[in-house]
């Protein structure tokens, strides 16, 4: 397979996903000139992440105790925190203020596009680097990414923008824990997923895989009870 296929292809999961929220907002559908703004700058805000996830591994290189001790820096701290905050910070500069962003339910239509932006990148990323050595290996990847990755951010991003949504909507009392949870319980959920795959255990790609279903079973939940509440709005 070209490598020009292989692109294309690493794009579509994460374009895939991108159109079922859109169709899964019921009650009044984003514009398409925010919602592709929001996916774009998911895409280039990877210009920021990936320095600092860089500067972060070397810091943690030189700190940590042990390889366990490592691995949760580099799984919690350098991916989970560093890609949730700025996937975040997309949403909060793009949309979160925007007359458009008017239901709960937005959040996650928001927080969604910007994380399939960036996992579309980081896709992308991952498997030109693997078709440079091989390009028989470039497709594994593409697969393996493709069914877990990408999917993987996507869900992060529901629950990310499922207490985004609820910060923005709810009362002063409770609008900053929920604001505070847009950010925590993301990184925890993206961290467990690195932390298993960082570790290399005899069957840590059937662990994960029973996570994104345990995940996806949340993510569902949440879309519904969210969907419910902005029904109220209109």
Partial sequence: ????????????????????????????KEPLHLLLKTFVWGILISSIVVPIEYFLMAYGSISASSRLSFIVFEAFIVAG???????????????????????????????????VGFAAIENVGYVYQTFQASPDAAVSVL??????????????????????????????????????????????????????????????????GLYEILLFAYCLRLIRKSQEISNLYF
Wanted: net charge positive; aromatic share 20%; with cysteine.
């Fill in 81 to 115: 925190l560093t890609e949730e905050y700025f996937k975040r910070l997309v949403v909060l500069r793009v949309a979160f203020d925007s007359p458009h962003f008017n239901q709960p339910f937005d959040g996650i239509v928001y927080c969604v596009f910007s994380a």
């Fill in 143 to 208: 697969v393996l990414r493709g069914v877990m990755a990408v999917p993987a951010h996507a869900m992060f991003g529901i629950v990310m923008g499922y207490y985004l949504g609820f910060a923005k909507f709810a009362p002063e009392s409770r609008s900053y824990w929920y604001f505070k949870a847009s950010l925590i319980i993301p990184m925890l959920l993206h961290g467990f997923y690195d932390f298993v795959l960082m570790l290399n255990v005899y069957g840590a790609l059937v662990i994960v």
């Fill in 1 to 28: 397979m070209t490598l020009y296929k292989l692109i294309i292809l690493s794009i579509a999961p994460s374009l895939f996903i991108a159109l079922y929220i859109y169709f899964r907002d019921k009650f009044e």
